[in-house]
């Protein structure tokens, strides 16, 4: 079974820069790996996905801004955010998925077979 614990959320004003973590624990080789974000009364919205061999999805909002990246070593998913906007402000969530298409992820977050407990990040203006 696979867990995924969020953290490194944090109240920060525009323009400055956050640094997420997602640990996974358990069996997670053949998965995609992704960020996710939402508002209350929002749908959950895919910000970032990976795929096993490292080919990164942004999306349009977040593109030149975000990064994500992995550390297999540290069984840890990383989203670096710099630039951030009052926009940004949402839950983020890290997420995994078996197989298919690493786009059609980001656009389908219902897909996600596995999700963390979420980290708070609040950008003020």
């Known amino acids: 079974q696979m867990h995924l614990e969020e953290s490194g959320g944090d109240s920060v004003q525009a323009g400055g820069s956050l640094n997420l973590s997602c640990i996974i624990s358990g069996h997670y080789s053949g998965y995609y790996m992704g960020w996710f974000r939402q508002l209350p009364g929002k749908d959950r919205e895919g910000v970032a996905t990976?795929?096993?061999?490292?080919?990164?999805k942004y999306a349009d909002s977040v593109k030149g801004r975000f990064t994500i990246s992995r550390d297999l070593t540290k069984n840890t998913l990383y989203l670096q955010m710099n630039s951030l906007k009052p926009e940004d402000t949402a839950m983020y969530y890290c997420g995994t998925k078996r197989g298919g298409d690493l786009m059609a992820w980001m656009l389908n977050p219902w897909e996600t077979q596995n999700w963390g407990q979420g980290t708070q990040v609040t950008v003020s203006s």
């Open positions: 990976i795929s096993i061999g490292g080919t990164p």
